[in-house]
């Protein structure tokens, strides 16, 4: 069975630091391109960072450049959201995502339309003093 695994979501104080994991059982994400979507209350899902397959490029929305990094680590099967400078915004459940790449043609068509993907149970992140 393919089950993706998110965890490293918890509480910060704004301008505060996580780290979250995407880990896959069943497959092999070397074989696949990886997203980070967050949702919040009331907010439409958004696409925060995607990373292809093969040549390691990467999207960021605009709300988190410059501040998130995104990276995987084919050994252990697992993808990484680095998380900086963190903001109330920022605040929501965050689900990782893997689309084969046979059928996902960029990161950017990952990240806006995650099309027949496998999602993971996500983690929530919350911003707050």
């Known amino acids: 069975q393919l089950q993706l695994v998110e965890s490293g979501g918890g509480l910060v104080q704004p301008g505060g630091s996580l780290r979250l994991s995407c880990a896959a059982s069943g497959f092999s994400l070397n074989f696949y391109v990886i997203g980070w979507f967050r949702q919040a209350p009331g907010k439409e899902r958004e696409g925060v960072s995607c990373?292809?397959?093969?040549?390691?490029?990467?999207y960021y929305a605009d709300s988190v450049k410059g501040r998130f990094t995104v990276s995987r680590d084919n050994a252990k099967n697992t993808v990484y959201l680095q998380m900086n400078s963190l903001k109330p915004d920022d605040t929501g459940v965050y689900y990782c995502?893997?689309?084969?790449?046979?059928?996902?043609?960029?990161?950017?068509?990952?990240?806006?339309?995650?099309?027949?993907?496998?999602w993971g149970q996500g983690t929530q992140v919350t911003v707050s003093s």
């Open positions: 995502a893997a689309g084969f790449r046979a059928f996902i043609t960029t990161v950017q068509d990952m990240c806006a339309v995650p099309r027949g993907v496998h």
């Open positions: 990373i292809s397959s093969s040549d390691n490029s990467t």
